[in-house]
């Protein structure tokens, strides 16, 4: 990947999708934030904040928290992981503590020591709600039956069958 060509540029000029790329000679201590995409393959001891997508290459290795919308790890973390969206582990992977996501993929070889919570944001596609009610057939008085196997349906029929 030419750089040369962004750096000569002013901010203005440049992609409005262009991806951050820090390598494997870089060494962070502090926060790392940034807004669209970042491919991070060197050292940090700190933390990671954006909204954005996060790519940790395989001679990554972060000490500290990483809080992002996704993220795919190729080398190692160690600290917790929260996203909104998708965390991918790949066969590479080392993560020590734990994994927040909405979606969780995990490669096998990858290694994972913590526990991980999943978070689905969207809402269930059956309803999972039951609602009590009476069966028609003993709402016309006492005495009547029921062929309902509900148990809430079973439970007024047999109430209204023993007041009489």
Not at 25 to 38: H, I, W
Not at 94 to 119: C, H, P, Y
Not at 120 to 134: D, G, H, Q, Y
Request: hydrophobic share 30%; proline share 4%; net charge neutral.
């Amino acid at each position: 990947m030419n750089l040369n060509s962004f750096t000569n540029a002013a901010s203005s000029d440049l992609p409005s999708g262009a991806k951050n790329v820090l390598t494997n000679d870089v060494e962070v201590r502090g926060t790392l934030k940034f807004a669209s995409e970042l491919i991070f393959d060197g050292r940090l001891d700190g933390e990671i904040v954006s909204e954005g997508v996060l790519t940790l290459g395989k001679n990554a290795h972060v000490k500290g928290e990483v809080r992002t919308k996704s993220v795919t790890v190729h080398g190692t973390v160690e600290g917790n992981i929260t996203v909104t969206d998708r965390c991918e582990l790949k066969a590479s992977s080392q993560l020590t503590g734990d994994l927040k996501a909405t979606r969780i993929v995990i490669e096998e070889g990858a290694t994972f020591v913590g526990k991980s919570e999943v978070t689905p944001s969207r809402p269930p596609t059956r309803e999972t709600t039951v609602t009590a009610e009476t069966p028609r057939s003993s709402r016309g008085g006492l005495g009547s039956s029921s062929t309902s196997s509900s148990p809430t349906s079973s439970a007024a029929t047999s109430t209204a069958s023993s007041s009489s």
